[in-house]
């Protein structure tokens, strides 16, 4: 099945330890992005990757770090979480060009 | 800077009734989406309008696309309590490089039995 993994799905931290939410995809799409949702903003993007060692920041990349070493994944590293950090978090990939995107199913980031 | 408009952000409407989601946006695209969120779920993909005139249907939603008054209606025919959910439109910039989603905040449907 085509699909968007995220890991994990939910998950409580303790301000300044790091961590990382993985994402992997199964479709051999070229781009990637991560997105974080926040009541009354919508959705905004955090970082993308149009391919393998090609990143680059999106609308509030601050506190966050990604990689992209092989295609399928795409982790999202917090350095150092703190409080304004929690939120729900998607990653997304697409084929490049006029393609659809396919979500993961969210990572919900709770940081204390 | 690309925004997108979203309206009304709250529907309340009984179920059997006809409604229409707005979505207006700020810089010249041709390519406008549709998703579909349940709490605590996942976007789910509803329409992908790529074309000025463009019309999508899928039971009882119907999405459609004016690139030049750049508008997207999403219109709910004779609605259902299964359609509760929260509705976005999405749009992306013509053109290379990053291809980024610029989401409207939401409209938060709940239909009414």
């Known amino acids: 099945e085509a699909q968007v993994t995220q890991n994990p799905r939910y998950l409580i931290t303790v301000t300044g330890k790091k961590l990382t939410v993985t994402c992997s995809q199964n479709m051999n799409h070229e781009y990637m992005s991560w997105y974080r949702q926040d009541p009354g903003l919508g959705l905004r993007q955090i970082y993308y990757s149009m391919n393998v060692e090609v990143t680059d920041k999106g609308d509030v990349p601050e506190g966050y770090k990604v990689s992209r070493k092989e295609k399928r994944n795409f982790p999202l590293i917090l350095e150092s979480p703190s409080p304004n950090q929690t939120s729900l978090y998607f990653c997304?990939?697409?084929?490049?060009?006029?393609?659809?995107?396919?979500f993961g199913s969210g990572t919900r980031l709770t940081v204390v | 800077e690309l925004k997108v408009e979203q309206n009304p952000l709250f529907l309340s409407m009984q179920e059997g009734k006809n409604y229409t989601i707005y979505c207006n946006y700020s810089?010249?695209?041709?390519?406008l989406y549709w998703y579909r969120q349940d709490p605590g779920k996942s976007l789910e993909s509803l329409f992908v309008?790529?074309?000025?005139?463009a019309v999508k249907q899928e039971g009882r939603l119907m999405a459609s696309l004016d690139t030049k008054a750049r508008l997207s209606t999403l219109h709910i025919t004779a609605a259902v309590h299964d359609l509760s959910a929260t509705y976005f439109c999405?749009?992306?910039?013509?053109?290379?490089?990053?291809?980024?989603?610029?989401f409207g905040t939401g409209t938060r449907l709940t239909i009414i039995p």
């Open positions: 999405a749009v992306d910039i013509r053109g290379f490089g990053n291809e980024k989603l610029t």
């Open positions: 309008l790529l074309s000025n005139g």
């Open positions: 810089t010249t695209s041709d390519r």
């Open positions: 997304a990939s697409k084929r490049t060009g006029i393609y659809g995107y396919t």
